[in-house]
Structures are given as structure tokens and as C-alpha cells.
């Protein structure tokens, strides 16, 4: 009994009397502003993404070629062991050049990416570098495969980096 009156006090009375209706706040989100307010904070956030993966995309190979750097640099310095540190120096470096998935390449890839655009020996020496750190972590437990020394990986990166690139055939010299 109690249980109904609380529910019926809310329903009976006074404030039954009073329009408690939308309408004001339909008027006013159908009106300029209200769509303004509304729809503008999506449309600047879908606005700014557009522009940042336009321009991401559509950077010269220069200006992804030292950010590449810049980055597998940064990773090379990180907390992770040292196999770990230069597998992701290398694959963000491979990443960032050739606008792809870091976390998919593997040393192959790493050959294949570079074949053409650098000396063949270089490009074999870093994807050698790749593969060693590879088998430091995937290795059998117990088989101490040693760590590619920081240095040498930051070293090959910067040589890779400033390798002159091979020209194309018919390209324009």
C-alpha cells in the first residue's frame, strides 16, 4: 500500500498541471545554433582527421625518411630488452619509410622493402640484423642467442638512411 502511494504522489496533484513536454528543447536544437552546437564538435574532430592522415600520407619521402629515423632512434633507447628494442627499431623504421604496419614486417619483408632502394649489401646486412634479434626472442628457451649491439643497429639504420638511392631503369637522371 505504501509501495502505490509513492508511486501516485509522483503522478497526482499540482505538478500533473505543469507542460512538462520537450518542445522548447526540440525548438531549439532544430535552430542554427542548436545544430551548430550539436554537430560542430564532430565535424572539426572528423575534419582534423582527415587532414592529419591526408598529410601523413602525402609527406615526401624525405620528410618520412627522417621521421622514420627519428622514431626507430627513440625506440632503440626504450626499457625493453635489447633483442626486443632493435626488432622494433627496425620495424618502425621500415614502418614509418614505407607507410606500413610495423608489427607485420618481418625480415623478409625487410629485404624486399629496401631491394630497390638501397645498396644490396646494406640491405641484407640490416635484414641479417633483423633476423638475429628475431631468433634472441623466438628461440628455444635457454639458447643464448646474443643481443645485435645497440650501437651497430643505430649505426646501420643512420647508414641505410643516408644510403644514396638506386635510380630506376627509365628513370629521369
Known sequence: DVYKR???SNSVGPALLEDESMHEVWDFLKSP???VLILGPPMI???AAIVLVTQDRMA???SRRR???RRALRA???DAKEHDRVIEAIRTYLGERFCREKDTITPVDCRRLLAGEIDEDLAHELADLFTQAERGVFDAPGS???APPLERTRDLLRRVDTAPLRKTPGAQA
Do not use: K
Open 6 to 8: 509513492q508511486i501516485l
Open 33 to 35: 545554433l542548436g545544430l
Open 45 to 47: 574532430y572528423a575534419a
Open 60 to 62: 615526401s619521402p624525405a
Open 67 to 69: 621521421r622514420a629515423l
Open 76 to 78: 632503440l633507447s626504450g
Open 144 to 146: 643464448d642467442v646474443p
